[in-house]
């Protein structure tokens, strides 16, 4: 547990429920954990109460419901993928991030978002196009 607190790679909370744990060790009592690692008294009782219980691989754990919660859900997020690998806008050659963002009811940040975490980039051509000038230099 020393080692996880000391770590560089060890994400702040926690490295602060490390500490928790290891001044409770050390025999500490709540009051005096909380006041010097400015956390409530609660939050030691909690921690210590978790791991009595769970175990130490507890202080990694996330509990469910934390977090931002996603604003569209996964339908919504798979018809803009859907219609951005399978269609194309009228009388275009593919989809800008405004386009789609209006065609699907959501914001261009929410479509340039997905487009970056499925690496899709619509405005380049999957296909190596000739010129039609290719042999020109002949002349």
């Not at 030691?44 to 769970?54: G, I, S, Y």
């Amino acid at each position: 547990m020393e080692q996880w607190e000391a770590s560089h790679g060890t994400p702040q909370q926690v490295a602060l429920r490390c500490r928790i744990i290891l001044r409770a060790l050390a025999g500490q009592d709540n009051v005096a954990i909380a006041a010097e690692l400015e956390v409530s008294r609660p939050t030691v009782q909690l921690w210590r109460k978790r791991v009595r219980e769970q175990g130490i691989g507890e202080v990694w754990k996330i509990a469910p419901g934390r977090g931002r919660k996603p604003r569209y859900d996964q339908a919504t997020r798979a018809a803009i993928l859907e219609a951005t690998l399978q269609s194309k806008p009228a009388g275009m050659s593919h989809w800008s991030c405004r386009l789609m963002a209006e065609a699907q009811g959501v914001s261009k940040s929410t479509v340039n978002r997905l487009w970056q975490l499925h690496n899709l980039k619509p405005h380049l051509s999957r296909t190596f196009k000739l010129s039609g000038m290719r042999n020109s230099w002949r002349s």
